[in-house]
């Protein structure tokens, strides 16, 4: 259908068109909103979300695309998110390890403050390296988002495992720790990514919790969804190409017209969409999900195995025991998080036994549930990533970018970017 699609042209000529309903568009859309903006939302899906999807299974179990938590300190999500209508519940701050003999858990005594009496002389974290990552901390805690930003574009910035050894952090720290946890908060198994970013995630989870929603993480999308006109967002839309100043076309032929086009997509799509520049390489992430007939532990904990160089796991949970509506009533749901590209990352027996054997547990007891792969995650962020520049060059007059493609690959990084596109287009509509 040709033709332009959304009103009479005076609301045409003065809308902004915003590509892609991801959590950055959802966000900018909400903020153009409130503040009684015309736009239209174009997402090519049918569903909003982006990468942050969750999809229920026949029987009831609820998978996310990737092991994903929304951390309760995030600064957008607390400004734009209702948390209490998420339900769901939160990890235990801390963590389970696994691997090596009987599951120790070690609570982290800055958010528990009675581990403070054990945490001292568990086994599993020698007494030094507990001390050197509270200086780690604290020395995230007083920088501040701000300089850590900075940072992050900065040429001195330098790798998460350089930092992390900087603080004198030892290589069993590194091992039963650093590796598991850091390395799959940032899909980096060699933690070669930013110390900027490493440290950025340091301060949230010290200072927050890490929920897992009850309807899964897609649930953040579609919560950021229903505050929008539904007369302003378009599911099925995919955009063919841009006309800066006067709108976009869409597959199909239809052309919808708008002085403001907010691209939040990813970088492939966002290169197609310019029609230049090469998107940048990204980090992968690919999660077995299984079904079983009883919990192998109690709490909400994160296990993590030691890394080693023959397992194929980052680290695994329990997510039923953390938000049981993600299982069926009387089932439970592993979520097992692997590293990409490992050799036995596919092998889904491998990938059980080893995860039975941690327990003692028989692996005939775990079901198969999916095999998912996300092979464009997050854009991969080397230390001083920030201050790379765009490879698509200059952007036309009125052509904005929002999401991972412009700042950190984050959900807080992503609507704070959809935020800011949305508050700086209403300041620049505003007279005076």
């Known amino acids: 259908m040709a033709g332009d699609s959304g009103g009479d042209t005076m609301a045409a000529n003065d809308r902004t068109i915003i590509v892609g309903a991801g959590l950055a568009g959802l966000t900018c859309a909400k903020v153009l909103a409130a503040a009684g903006k015309h736009f239209v939302l174009l997402e090519a899906a049918l569903r909003p979300g982006g990468r942050v999807v969750s999809r229920r299974t026949p029987e009831g179990f609820v998978l996310d695309r990737g092991f994903q938590v929304l951390l309760d300190s995030y600064p957008a999500a607390r400004r734009h998110l209702d948390f209490g209508a998420l339900g769901g519940g939160y990890f235990r701050a801390g963590a389970m390890f696994v691997g090596e003999g009987h599951p120790r858990t070690l609570a982290n005594p800055l958010r528990h403050p009675s581990a403070f009496f054990t945490a001292p002389f568990s086994p599993v974290i020698g007494f030094f390296d507990k001390l050197r990552f509270m200086m780690l901390a604290a020395s995230a805690l007083i920088a501040g988002q701000a300089l850590l930003q900075r940072r992050a574009a900065s040429s001195s910035d330098r790798s998460a495992g350089e930092t992390l050894r900087s603080f004198g952090l030892s290589e069993r720290f590194m091992r039963n720790f650093a590796r598991p946890f850091f390395g799959g908060v940032l899909l980096d198994a060699e933690?070669?990514?930013?110390?900027?970013?490493l440290l950025s995630y340091v301060r949230r989870f010290v200072s927050g919790r890490a929920l897992l929603p009850g309807e899964g993480v897609g649930a953040i999308a579609s919560q950021l969804a229903a505050r929008l006109p539904a007369?302003?967002?378009?599911?099925?839309?995919?955009?063919?190409?841009?006309?800066p100043g006067h709108g976009v076309s869409l597959c199909g032929g239809e052309f919808v017209s708008g002085n403001s086009i907010v691209l939040a997509v990813d970088e492939p799509a966002l290169c197609r969409l310019l029609?230049?520049?090469?998107?940048r390489s990204a980090r992968s992430t690919a999660v077995h999900y299984f079904a079983a007939g009883r919990a192998w532990y109690k709490g909400s904990w994160l296990c993590l195995p030691p890394r080693q160089p023959g397992s194929p796991i980052f680290h695994a949970a329990l997510s039923s025991n953390v938000a049981p509506t993600l299982a069926p009533r009387g089932q439970h749901l592993w979520s097992v998080t692997v590293i990409p590209g490992h050799p036995l990352s596919g092998d889904?027996?491998?990938?059980?036994?080893?995860?039975a054997g941690w327990f003692g547990a028989d692996a005939g007891e775990l079901r198969h549930?999916?095999?998912v792969e996300v092979p464009y995650a997050v854009p991969q962020q080397p230390p001083g990533f920030a201050g790379r520049a765009a490879p698509w060059g200059?952007?036309?007059?009125?052509?904005?970018?929002?999401?991972?493609?412009?700042?950190?690959?984050?959900?807080?990084?992503?609507?704070t970017?959809?935020?800011a596109v949305a508050e700086n287009l209403i300041a620049s509509a505003t007279p005076g």
């Open 191 to 197: 933690l070669g990514t930013s110390s900027a970013l």
């Open 231 to 243: 007369t302003s967002v378009r599911y099925g839309a995919i955009v063919d190409s841009l006309k």
């Open 275 to 279: 029609g230049r520049g090469e998107p």
């Open 348 to 355: 889904v027996s491998a990938v059980a036994s080893e995860l």
């Open 369 to 371: 549930l999916d095999f």
């Open 394 to 415: 200059e952007l036309a007059r009125g052509v904005h970018v929002a999401g991972d493609a412009a700042g950190p690959a984050s959900i807080d990084a992503a609507m």
């Open 417 to 419: 970017g959809g935020e």
